[in-house]
């Protein structure tokens, strides 16, 4: 026989994770005295930016140079070669996937340490593979420290909710960024990619702006669909 108390305890937890995580992030994003717990945060989103910019670059044939990441979480990926059209649409779309790919993985209850422990050795990689100025150097190591320590320390739920937490700001933030760079494309011509992407393909800035939110929406979307769904829960049948 089938074992459907299982499933639904097993989504109606992962139902609540997601909106302890959701509810966590909009009190830590608009309360003042909050705010500045959202820096280390910002910072983790600008590594995995960058990071995803320098993957598509190999990924596409192209070669990465560094990667610079500043003091006000500001980031640039210098690369060479490969496909341009992807790579500068990599930074948004693939950060929104990554933190799309998060969320998915702490669906499952336990999962929580290893998904803080897989953001944590992202962070270092892209710090030790390609970041090279001092500053990036070691905010990249205190960034992925505070990741693994996390993922050391806490236990059971408290993991598997700061995973939850964490995946959602990541989500939340990307979106952010490319609101950000709707405004920036509409108002300035400040270089950001969707200027580059316009410079090189032809097209309004604010058009490939668009294009990527879209996209990122899209993921972000799906991926908070097949978490509140419990799609993922495969219930083993006893005979």
């Not at 494309?185 to 490939?208: E, K, Y």
Request: proline share 3%.
């Amino acid at each position: 026989m089938s074992t459907p108390i299982r499933r639904t305890t097993e989504a109606v937890t992962a139902r609540q994770r997601l909106v302890i995580a959701a509810a966590g992030a909009t009190l830590l994003a608009n309360v003042p005295g909050l705010q500045s717990l959202l820096v280390p945060v910002r910072f983790f989103v600008t590594y995995i930016h960058e990071g995803c910019h320098a993957v598509m670059a190999l990924v596409t044939g192209g070669m990465v140079e560094h990667i610079g990441v500043m003091s006000n979480a500001n980031g640039v990926t210098v690369s060479r070669g490969g496909m341009p059209f992807l790579i500068y649409m990599a930074g948004y779309v693939g950060t929104s996937a990554f933190g799309a790919l998060c969320l998915m993985g702490v669906r499952r209850k336990g999962n929580g340490k290893s998904v803080l422990a897989f953001m944590g050795m992202a962070v270092l990689a892209v710090t030790a593979l390609w970041t090279r100025n001092g500053f990036g150097l070691l905010a990249g190591v205190g960034v992925a420290a505070v990741l693994c320590g996390l993922a050391g320390l806490l236990r059971g739920q408290a993991a598997d909710l700061a995973a939850a937490l964490l995946s959602v700001l990541l989500c939340l933030d990307a979106l952010m960024d490319l609101r950000t760079l709707l405004l920036l494309t509409t108002v300035s011509d400040v270089p950001n990619d969707a200027v580059f992407m316009s410079q090189m393909f032809g097209l309004p800035p604010v058009i490939w702006a668009l294009f990527w939110a879209a996209a990122s929406l899209a993921i972000t979307w799906a991926a908070l669909k097949w978490v509140w769904s419990g799609a993922s829960v495969k219930t083993p049948r006893r005979a």
